[in-house]
């Protein structure tokens, strides 16, 4: 079975860029997580869609940072302007819950460097 | 609100030797309790749960870990280590009305030497 899709799998570009993060569920899975992975902060939620729509984005930093899953299959992370502060590891996660025996399920992650 | 504690940030070990991997908590509410690994360039994995019952729980590549109520604690430990299991090791919680909403500890890096 496929796993959870991320692309690109490296991504670096100059401050002030848009930046357009991609992913690609498990099929069936009706969750969908966006997190960051940074040294200093660690790993965060960012927001969290249940059947394509967003239930929790208290994790977003601020507004130059939105998602949005038009269809079950696809959703975007997008920053517009990227920073270098915004420069991370960004996992997507994909689970058929959110009860504690429906474990989220990772993809390998954007590794994004902003310059 | 909940956050997660993993003292160490590096634990060097020999093949073959046991290793214990230290995660503390700290909640005002009760709540469960994970460890994910991540393998480099990797997403992170599920190794193991605890949710309830036995204090012991058993999970893949052979890791265990034990749920200390009393010493806000859930360490993983493996009994004899392999290179493979070189990687970075998270420890999380999440509130049981919340499962969703993991917090993550700082991760501990496990380094396996031949």
């Known amino acids: 079975d496929a796993g959870v899709i991320q692309s690109p799998r490296h991504e670096v570009t100059e401050m002030g860029q848009e930046v357009t993060l991609r992913c690609k569920p498990i099929s069936g899975h009706d969750y969908l997580f966006w997190y960051r992975q940074t040294m200093m902060r660690g790993l965060e939620l960012l927001i969290y869609f249940n059947n394509n729509v967003p239930i929790d984005d208290s994790g977003m930093p601020e507004d130059r940072f939105s998602a949005k899953m038009p269809n079950a299959s696809f959703s975007t992370l997008k920053i517009q302007p990227s920073e270098p502060r915004d420069s991370a590891v960004y996992f997507c996660?994909?689970?058929?819950?959110?009860?504690?025996?429906?474990?989220?399920?990772f993809g390998d992650g954007t590794r994004l460097s902003i310059l | 609100a909940q956050s997660v504690t993993q003292l160490d940030s590096q634990v060097p070990v020999f093949e073959e030797a046991p290793v214990e991997l230290r995660c503390n908590y700290s909640s005002s509410v009760s709540v469960y309790l994970f460890w994910y690994v991540q393998y480099p360039n990797q997403g992170l994995q599920l190794l193991l749960k605890?949710?309830?019952?036995?204090?012991l729980v058993k999970g893949i590549n052979g890791f265990e870990a034990e749920f200390n109520k009393s010493q806000t604690s859930f360490h993983l430990r493996k009994p004899s280590v392999h290179i493979s299991d070189t990687a970075e090791y998270f420890c999380?919680?999440?509130?049981?009305?919340?499962?969703?909403?993991?917090?993550f500890g700082s991760g501990t890096r496990l380094l396996v030497r031949p």
């Open positions: 605890y949710l309830s019952g036995s204090t």
């Open positions: 996660a994909s689970s058929p819950g959110t009860g504690p025996n429906q474990p989220q399920h």
């Open positions: 999380a919680v999440s509130r049981m009305d919340s499962s969703y909403k993991l917090i």
